[in-house]
C-alpha cells in the first residue's frame, strides 16, 4: 500500500520511515505540499514543539496540504506531536491553533508524577488501529502535553489522570504514543494503518 510520509525537520522520520516500510508500506518520503495533497494515505510524525512544528506546516504550506488530501477522503495518521497537531489547538507555550482536524485542546500534565512522560505505558483502546492487540498492551510514550477526554478518543491511558492516548474520526487517526518505538504493538498499529480501508 502507498503511504506518504511527511518529512518534517522536527521529527525522527528515519525511524518511523523504518517501521512503515517493515509495515509492509511503499513509502514516499516529501515535504512536497502538492505531492501531499495528491496522497492517499499520509503519515505526519512530530516530537518536540508543538509551535514550531506548527509553524513548520503552516510556511511550508503543507497545513493546507493535509486538509486537501482529507477533503479528498486520503487516511491521514499523527504521530506524538503529529498527534497533537490534528487538534484544535495547544496551550505549550502560549496558545496555537493547531489543524482542527480533531476537536480537542493539548494541554501540559499537572499532578505528581515528572513531567515529560518517558517510558513505556498501558493503553485501553478499540477501533481498526488496534484490531489484534490485547487490551492494556503498553506503548512508549515521550510527552509533556496531551488532550484529555477527547471527542474522537479510541485509546485511553493514565498519567498524572487519564489522557487521549489515540484518535480516530472518519479515516483520520492519531497517536500519542511512538509506534516506531513501541516494539511488535506499535509496528501491528502501523500495519493496521497500511491496510485500513
Known sequence: ????????????????ARALRAAGAELQVTSDADAIARASRIVLPGVGSFIAA????????????????????????????GHQLLFDVSHEMGTTAGLGLVRGEVR???????????????VDARGPLFEGIAPA???????SY??????????????????????????IFGVQFH???SSTAGLRVLRNFVQCN
Open 137 to 143: 498492551t503498553p506503548f512508549y510514550f515521550v510527552n
Open 146 to 171: 496531551a488532550a484529555r477526554g477527547a471527542e474522537s478518543e479510541v485509546a485511553r491511558a493514565d498519567y498524572n489522570g487519564a489522557f487521549t492516548a489515540a484518535v480516530q474520526r472518519g479515516r
Open 108 to 122: 501540559k500534565y499537572e499532578g505528581p508524577l515528572p513531567v515529560p512522560q518517558i517510558g513505556w505505558n498501558r
Open 54 to 81: 506548527m509553524t513548520w506546516l503552516e510556511e511550508t504550506h503543507i497545513d493546507a496540504a493535509i486538509r486537501e488530501a482529507v477533503e479528498r477522503d486520503a487516511f491521514l495518521l499523527g504521530i506524538c506531536v
Open 179 to 181: 509506534p516506531e518505538k
Open 1 to 16: 500500500m502507498n503511504v506518504t510520509l511527511i518529512d518534517s525537520p522536527v521529527a525522527n522520520v528515519a525511524n518511523i
